[in-house]
């Protein structure tokens, strides 16, 4: 990674310690907006960094978004980051005009919209912070074929709601709405959206598995039972080992990921990542909650704060389902002579 | 936490990769030698280890004055997963070209180099590795065999166990006490010895695995004269120069692959089955695999820069062995198989051989225990 890009996620990860803690956390999951958060980031031309300076933004890469989307999942930094950084992202390379809106996005292939004679209508649920937002990127199906849409949310109707971790999760309904713009969408183009989106979520997941390994080593070293600090129980130790463990794979994972997108040669890396993160959910969290014991199960302490969005986030988007049914299928369909020929096909990398 | 570098192989690389395995599926078709589970450590084939050493295919990555190829450990790590990926064996030559090559171009004198290392890498001379002994498992520092100094040389007295493919090897290189027992300072006084297992007062007496296989052995030294010469590295610093081993004992494709063969397998049955909601519980294991091998490659390559990966080399070993062990058990749940070490049926005999051979996965090399204590210890510090 660069020196430019190290310094920018130094600068971000310093703004989301500064503003972002639990009390501002519990806030936005009452229903507040943390103002103060949104506009450092505006303020610093982070929410157009995935935008190139052609198109007036920072110019960053992918490189640079999915290890922001790491610190969003570290400290669980409560305002639409991800979505209006990615929604960006998206137009640009759909060939639109970005925006400089507060803009969000949902990339469903369950619930598309629907456009007819021009006009776009439809619901779809779970879109994030749509309430807080003015302008939405979707899906929409027309009679020539997938299309990819930017609106207007003023002309919609915003039915609140919330995900397991009490993030907004909106019901957005349209009735002959008309687009600010729109992009015909290929087989390819919406697949590699769904490639894309699904990175970002691991990358926001891998944030959070980081951030509970982190505050479990710590209250292990803290906290004194029998006499001495827990982390010298070898039954204790055995959870902080399978902490390691997890978490030292999903962090490669998500670089694995992040260098095989960059360098064009992706193959089924995100769903073996995708897969790969929802598994260690399963173990991390249950881990850390018993490491913990009852004052993690608290709401006064914010070990549920990164569990309670592990939980939620594992369910949106395309996930271990989804992925699991595709490599079968690929799986199926593949002629390579061996599974171990199959996992180092070196197509990709002999065309370079 | 640890962050590793990512994988990214040349086309260079890729190249050698296939060369490496159209090669190995020639020996194949020839019946020169039949895929097997845990082929590096249980398939010892003297013949075997020959053919590739004229292929110069051991000690890869040594200089070229002692009869090596220089070329990376990325190479090396890529020759050896298509060893494992199609279950060669390679046991014979396996700890001479992955400890003790390296331990002598990192500590070795220039007269032991040049003796060692052109026949290691011929394929003519192989070692065995003399760590535990009956009262010393997992409690290393415990060893009790000794050696006195006299004219020219030590007298070795004591006996090593579980050193596996002694039967085979030509030479052992042997933790000893060469300092009266320090209880406080287990750690001191222990140095390498490099014993001529030919050599008068040795003892080699085998040690049948559960299978009934000869794979283990119990080496007794009595009055075994050891000379100055085959002392590797400083007196006294045996356990020091060992540890530096244990990162690439740990963390290698041999932690993972050990039971490819049955995945492998696998999915050949549930493709012929068409079995689409098999081949999806395959992806999760997959995914689990690629998971590994990202973190066992990131750990090769800080490792050929000479960084530090005591932690995330336990890792490798604790989760990768256990993940070996898994593939017997998702495999009989979703094909029909009966597994027997005689079987004609590929599959029944791969289960055989990975359900037998695996409970010394996570044992051997270090037991998953102690490495638990070696990461938790490590991130507890950091």
Not at chain 1, 141 to 149: I, Q, R, W
Request: aromatic share 8%; charged share 25%; net charge negative.
């Amino acid at each position: 990674m660069s020196e430019m890009k190290e310094m920018i996620l130094d600068v971000v990860e310093k703004i989301f310690k500064d503003k972002v803690d639990k009390e501002k956390v519990d806030v936005v999951e009452e229903g507040g907006w943390a103002e103060d958060v949104w506009s450092i980031l505006q303020d610093n031309e982070l929410l157009s960094v995935a935008v190139s300076e052609q198109a007036g933004g920072a110019g960053g890469d992918l490189d640079d978004l999915f290890n922001l989307y790491r610190l969003v999942g570290k400290y669980a930094v409560p305002v639409p980051f991800l979505e209006t950084t990615f929604a960006n992202y998206v137009l640009e390379h759909s060939n639109l005009n970005v925006t400089s809106a507060n803009v969000t996005y949902s990339i469903d292939l369950n619930q598309p919209l629907i456009i007819k004679n021009g006009l776009v209508s439809g619901k779809i649920m779970n879109v994030p912070w749509a309430r807080h937002t003015d302008e939405l990127v979707a899906l929409a199906t027309s009679d020539e074929g997938m299309k990819l849409v930017h609106l207007n949310l003023s002309e919609a109707t915003i039915q609140p709601n919330m995900n397991l971790a009490c993030e907004p999760r909106d019901t957005v309904s349209f009735e002959d709405a008309t687009t600010q713009q729109e992009a015909e969408m290929s087989d390819t183009q919406v697949t590699h959206l769904l490639q894309l989106d699904t990175a970002t979520k691991v990358a926001l997941m891998g944030g959070a598995i980081d951030k509970i390994n982190q505050l479990t080593v710590r209250y292990t070293k803290e906290r004194e039972q029998f006499g001495r600090p827990i982390h010298r129980f070898q039954l204790i130790q055995q959870h902080l080992v399978l902490l390691a463990g997890e978490t030292a794979i999903v962090n490669s994972a998500v670089d694995n990921l992040i260098a095989a997108l960059l360098e064009n040669r992706l193959q089924n890396e995100v769903a073996y990542a995708r897969i790969r993160v929802e598994e260690a959910i399963k173990i991390v969290a249950t881990s850390a909650h018993q490491v913990f014991g009852a004052i993690g199960v608290t709401h006064e302490h914010s070990l549920h704060q990164f569990t309670r969005r592990l939980w939620a986030w594992r369910d949106e988007g395309p996930g271990e389902v989804y992925w699991s049914n595709q490599l079968a299928k690929e799986l199926l369909a593949s002629s390579s002579e061996s599974l171990w020929a199959y996992l180092t096909s070196t197509e990709k990398v002999l065309q370079v | 936490m640890f962050k590793l570098p990512t994988i990214q192989f040349t086309a260079e690389q890729e190249k050698f990769r296939l060369e490496v395995r159209n090669f190995l599926q020639e020996q194949l078709v020839k019946g020169t030698f039949k895929t097997k589970c845990d082929s590096w450590l249980s398939g010892s084939d003297p013949a075997f280890s020959k053919i590739i050493g004229e292929q110069g295919w051991i000690g890869l990555t040594w200089p070229k004055k002692y009869g090596g190829q220089e070329r990376s450990s990325i190479d090396r790590y890529i020759l050896t997963e298509e060893f494992l990926a199609v279950g060669a064996p390679v046991a014979a030559h396996w700890f001479a070209d992955r400890q003790t090559g390296p331990l002598l171009l990192r500590f070795g004198t220039e007269e032991q180099r040049e003796f060692f290392l052109p026949k290691i890498v011929k394929g003519e001379c192989y070692f065995g590795i003399g760590l535990s002994e009956p009262n010393s498992g997992s409690d290393l520092a415990s060893v009790a065999t000794r050696a006195e100094k006299v004219e020219g040389g030590w007298i070795v007295n004591g006996s090593k166990t579980w050193t596996s493919n002694a039967h085979d090897a030509h030479y052992m290189v042997t933790l000893i006490r060469t300092e009266p027992f320090d209880g406080v300072k287990k750690h001191n006084g222990l140095s390498q010895l490099i014993i001529d297992l030919q050599a008068e007062g040795v003892t080699i007496v085998p040690i049948k695995y559960l299978t009934g296989e000869h794979h283990f052995n119990e080496v007794f030294f009595e009055n075994v004269f050891v000379p100055d010469n085959r002392v590797v590295g400083k007196l006294g610093n045996g356990w020091a120069q060992g540890l530096a081993e244990l990162a690439f004992e740990r963390s290698g494709p041999e932690r993972i692959l050990s039971t490819f063969p049955l995945l492998d397998e696998l999915v050949a049955e549930l493709k012929k089955q068409k079995d689409e909601a098999g081949l999806k519980e395959v992806s999760k294991v997959i995914s689990r695999l690629w998971g590994l091998r990202n973190l066992s490659i990131g750990v090769a390559k800080v490792l050929e820069e000479g960084g530090e990966v005591a932690i995330p080399a336990a890792l490798v070993k604790s989760i990768g062995t256990k993940f070996e062990q898994s593939i017997p058990e998702i495999t009989r749940l979703l094909v029909r198989t009966y597994p027997r070490l005689e079987a004609e049926r590929q599959i029944d005999r791969f289960m055989a051989e990975s359900i037998l051979h695996s409970p010394g996965f996570t044992i051997r090399g270090g037991t998953s225990e102690v490495l638990y204590g070696v990461v938790a210890k490590g991130v507890v510090a950091q």
